[in-house]
């Protein structure tokens, strides 16, 4: 029987000329039965191969045969045929060598030394042939897949390699980082201090040296002809109007706002003192207050500048006057972290005192204070109009998209994101806290936006999509604005099951994370202050709350209702939205102003849920009190072995019970504060965190062995949620009034 020949029965013909009888060729055909097929080799039933093969020593035909090999393969094997021969592989030059090497030249070489001429043996020796076809065939393979693996082994090791120096290099960076994190911290600590003890308490909160100030006569670089003469002489009737005479009181020469408003565009003037903003600046308020136009009260963070007016008969230039407008600099300095210059107006209606504050950023130098006077009122407004144009003396820009409006109040800020209340974009009755992705600065040049900010987006949208956020227990926050979305509000309404449109989901859950950032085309989702504008990551989400607080809890049945609200929103992340959240910590969770309950925030450090089968690994990247113990065991282990024990480069499996164990450790946060005051996020990521690391190790094992909480603790390491639920049992505190419910 021939090996690898059709097995319907039909034979093919091979027409060979065999040397029987010494002659050159010979025409009787040898016909080979094909009825069985044992090594699986298949070949057309309609395909007949015809070939010649010389006789052994004859050397003209030798000749002609090596000459034809090539041509005689080109034309008569079908290419299905060499495509069968070559298994899964296509690669042209591995065709042509198995056929010219494996198959012409070891059947012309057994017929040429086999001596025999035989038609009887014929079939053992295609046999034979064939077999060592497939030997030779299936070698090649193994050899084909060993170089593979090979070439792999070489890939992996040096993407080992990149890798490695991607993560040294971010190291070095992230300590440059933490360096000028801390030198700020130091300056921000220095600042407060010097605060404190030059604070201005009604007597004295800030100290007036005019040894340490400079004494000018007008501002110098801002335009002194923005007012024409017709305009110099409508402003100086407009202030008579508001001081009438030396016994004008205070109150009325508040009027001077609305006569700053008349002649500085695109500002907004406020009456803050005994008005309802009058603690808007660290508790207290200048009388007047100028902030950008995009906010419809005043807010620190958007203020140019304050005005403080005396009554006309009060003397103006007097150091308790002086100290109270420096207090009021410096609390605005505070505010607004970066801004190159700071001013503030004093005025009796009669005389004008102008004070800029220059901050060093270096500690132990001093600020550079300025004084200015005396000043006219149309050189008042001058400087005005001039400082509210120059970006060395206008707040930091917030960068929110300018379709949002007028900004509500700004929540507040963190080194990721800048935080800020908007109307939701098509309801004014209801507010959303917009995040606003802060770029990073590396060697002078703004970067793209980090991954944290793209992969929270990313996991909002995936919620929001989810056919069952509906049902979402209300500890979940909702995505209620998304720039990336082409269609208005309406439009969303009437979605079936809150999903969006098929071409946007597969848009937004590609593997590609800047597909995120490619939406961002319109110059209001953009930086403005940048030379070539780059992508930030915006959106809005709903509830508006406030930080969450022990004292927020009046009732033991008010804490009790809170840890089931957040147990049953971690329940439906992990089984519904088959999501962890992995940073799980007070800071990240909030309290519902309307409805007082705790809602579960920052998805910049989720991912999806991996299947147990699923050997699905990550490095950590939260808050260092709610580190896994698993990831803890792993630190200590790389420590002992001589590795790098640093947390956010091991490596571990994400499960549900992390964020159990993270449930705990934020309950105990709460209830005992201080045992964690040494336990800093911000240090999570130092070369030398081993300490913090060995110290929260010591507190999980005295937690595990605690009467009380250890079995708290083994619900949580085991996954088990409705163990897990007694932890609400623990606020059972005594309260006046109350029933224990």
Not at 173 to 185: A, G, I, P
Not at 609 to 630: F, H, M, R, W
Not at 699 to 725: K, P, V, Y
Request: hydrophobic share 35%; aromatic share 8%.
């Amino acid at each position: 029987m021939v090996s690898g020949l059709p097995s319907d029965g039909s034979p093919d013909i091979f027409n060979s000329t065999l040397p029987s009888d010494g002659s050159s060729k010979c025409s009787t055909p040898i016909v080979l039965s094909t009825s069985s097929n044992p090594t699986g080799l298949k070949m057309p039933n309609d395909v007949a191969i015809t070939t010649t093969l010389l006789a052994p020593g004859h050397t003209e035909a030798t000749g002609v045969a090596q000459a034809s090999f090539p041509s005689l393969i080109e034309e008569v094997v079908p290419p299905n045929i060499r495509q069968q021969f070559l298994g899964p592989s296509t690669n042209p030059y591995l065709s042509k060598r198995l056929f010219h090497e494996s198959l012409l030249d070891v059947t012309y070489c057994d017929f040429r030394d086999s001596g025999t001429s035989d038609q009887r043996d014929a079939i053992e020796i295609f046999e034979a042939i064939f077999t060592r076809i497939e030997t030779k065939h299936g070698q090649l393979i193994m050899d084909l897949k060993i170089a593979m693996e090979t070439e792999k082994c070489q890939w992996r090791t040096e993407k080992h390699e990149m890798e490695m120096e991607i993560i040294e290099m971010e190291d070095k960076w992230s300590t440059v980082q933490h360096e000028n994190d801390m030198l700020q911290l130091h300056h921000l600590q220095a600042s407060k201090q010097q605060n404190k003890s030059e604070h201005y308490t009604r007597q004295s909160r800030a100290t007036w040296d005019n040894k340490a100030v400079r004494i000018e006569g007008e501002p110098p670089g801002w335009d002194k002809s923005s007012l024409t003469a017709e305009q110099e002489q409508g402003l100086l009737a407009q202030i008579s109007t508001v001081s009438l005479n030396e016994d004008t009181p205070e109150t009325l020469c508040y009027a001077l706002q609305q006569v700053v408003s008349n002649f500085v565009k695109k500002v907004k003037c406020y009456v803050t003192y005994v008005t309802a903003y009058k603690k808007f600046l660290d508790g207290d308020a200048p009388d007047i207050t100028i902030c950008c136009a995009n906010s419809d009260k005043p807010l620190k963070v958007l203020t140019y500048g304050i005005i403080e007016v005396k009554r006309p008969a009060e003397t103006l230039d007097t150091t308790t006057n002086l100290t109270q407008l420096k207090d009021y600099i410096l609390s605005l300095m505070q505010a607004q972290q970066g801004r190159k210059c700071f001013w503030g107006l004093l005025t009796n209606m009669k005389e004008n005192i102008l004070v800029t504050i220059e901050p060093f950023d270096r500690t132990g130098n001093k600020d550079d204070i300025t004084k200015y006077a005396p000043l006219t009122w149309p050189a008042v407004i001058e400087f005005i109009r001039y400082s509210t144009q120059d970006p060395y003396c206008s707040p930091p820009s917030l960068h929110f998209a300018t379709k949002l409006g007028v900004i509500q109040d700004v929540v507040g800020s963190s080194t990721k994101w800048s935080l800020g209340e908007f109307f939701i974009p098509g309801d004014k009755t209801k507010t959303m806290v917009v995040k606003n992705s802060i770029l990073v600065v590396r060697n002078s040049i703004l970067s793209l936006p980090e991954h944290y900010h793209i992969n929270e987006l990313r996991v909002l949208r995936q919620l929001t999509a989810s056919r069952k956020i509906k049902e979402a227990p209300s500890s979940i926050l909702r995505l209620v604005w998304d720039p990336a979305l082409e269609f208005g509000r309406d439009d969303r309404d009437m979605l079936v099951d809150g999903m969006y449109p098929r071409r946007l989901r597969q848009g937004w859950f590609a593997n590609d994370s800047w597909n995120i950032d490619d939406r961002y085309e319109d110059p209001w989702d953009r930086d403005p202050e940048s030379d070539n504008p780059l992508p930030r990551v915006q959106f809005g989400i709903t509830p508006v709350g406030l930080p969450f607080d022990l004292a927020d809890f009046k009732t033991p049945g008010d804490f009790r209702v809170a840890m089931d609200s957040l147990l049953d929103g971690l329940d439906w992340l992990h089984t519904t939205a088959r999501i962890l959240h992995r940073d799980i910590r007070p800071a990240n969770v909030i309290v519902d102003r309307s409805t007082k309950l705790p809602v579960i925030i920052d998805f910049d450090c989720a991912c999806m849920n991996p299947d147990i089968s699923e050997n699905v690994q990550s490095t950590y990247a939260g808050g260092l009190i709610c580190v896994p113990p698993k990831v803890i065991a792993l630190a200590l282990k790389a420590f002992e072995d001589g590795d790098d024990p640093v947390i956010h480069r091991i490596w571990y499996k994400p499960e549900p019970s992390d964020d159990l164990v993270a449930f705990v450790l934020l309950v105990l946060a709460m209830l005992y504060p201080k045992q964690f005051s040494n336990f800093p996020a911000c240090r999570l990521q130092n070369v030398g965190s081993f300490e913090e690391v060995e110290a929260l190790s010591r507190f999980h094992n005295d937690i595990e062995a605690s009467t009380m909480w250890g079995t708290i603790w083994a619900n949580a390491l085991e996954g088990n949620l409705e163990g897990l639920r007694q932890i609400r049992d623990f606020g059972l505190w005594p309260t006046k009034g109350t029933t224990g419910n």
